[in-house]
């Protein structure tokens, strides 16, 4: 079965430190990776693909197959980065539905 | 507010109740999904509606579960004989044809929060 993978349920770093939020997933195929975060109050949202190669409020996520990893980094953390974070892929090719890793939740300390 | 909308936000019912809530979809998307999310996990897949027809439903929807989509527009999600487990956020979401996809995105509602006590 498809997974999707996030091994940090919290994660804390100082305001102006690098982020990385890690993703693993298992899948046969060129998956199609997403990041949606859930600010505080907030529904979730999507914060980037990998298809889109865009970076995001400053952050980006870089697919690497070897290592079938999507993780999410941002140079500088800002306070406003807290949040929760899932990491989500479709299933198979063309699926409809996601599958969400279990998310972490970044907290980013003053 | 044109974003996804869910009804009721709460409900607190006792086990064994039965239990309906509402999605009301962006307009013009006409792909709906329901997800749970219980503490500490992500959201799980329960069912996927496509106009008015169900194409397809999760393990996790057991009989107790029936989600409709009638006219293609708002959908509900029916619990009978609620139970404790069921305690959840139930997450409705939407997204446009695939034609006029730009980015796969699913936009989320603000979820509806069930306590079974």
């Known amino acids: 079965a498809q997974r999707v993978t996030q091994p940090e349920k919290l994660l804390s770093v100082f305001k102006g430190a690098p982020v990385e939020l890690k993703c693993n997933y298992s899948?046969?195929?060129?998956?199609?990776l997403f990041w949606y975060v859930q600010y505080s109050r907030q529904r979730l949202q999507l914060l980037l693909r990998h298809i889109s190669r865009e970076s995001i409020k400053g952050f980006t996520a870089d697919l690497n197959k070897g290592e079938t990893s999507f993780h999410l980094k941002k140079p500088f953390a800002q306070e406003e980065d807290s949040a929760m974070y899932y990491c989500?892929?479709?299933?198979?090719?063309?699926?409809?539905?996601?599958?969400f890793g279990q998310g972490t939740r970044l907290t980013i300390n003053p | 507010d044109t974003g996804v909308s869910q009804d009721p936000r709460h409900k607190i019912t006792k086990r064994g109740q039965n239990v309906t809530f509402r999605c009301d979809p962006i307009?013009?998307?006409?792909?709906l999904y329901w997800y749970r999310q219980t503490l500490g996990q992500g959201p799980e897949f329960l069912t996927y509606?496509?106009?008015?027809?169900?194409?397809?439903k999760s393990r996790l929807l057991s009989d107790r579960f029936s989600a409709e989509r009638p006219k293609g527009s708002f959908s509900t999600l029916e619990i009978q004989r609620t139970e404790q487990g069921d305690s959840a956020m139930y997450l409705c979401?939407?997204?446009?044809?695939?034609?006029?996809?730009?980015?796969?995105?699913?936009?989320f509602g603000p979820g509806t929060r069930l306590t079974v006590l």
């Open positions: 979401a939407s997204s446009p044809p695939r034609w006029r996809e730009v980015s796969g995105e699913q936009f």
């Open positions: 509606f496509q106009n008015e027809a169900q194409l397809e």
């Open positions: 989500a892929l479709p299933p198979q090719a063309g699926a409809q539905k996601l599958v």
């Open positions: 899948y046969s195929g060129s998956p199609e």
């Open positions: 307009s013009e998307h006409n792909r």
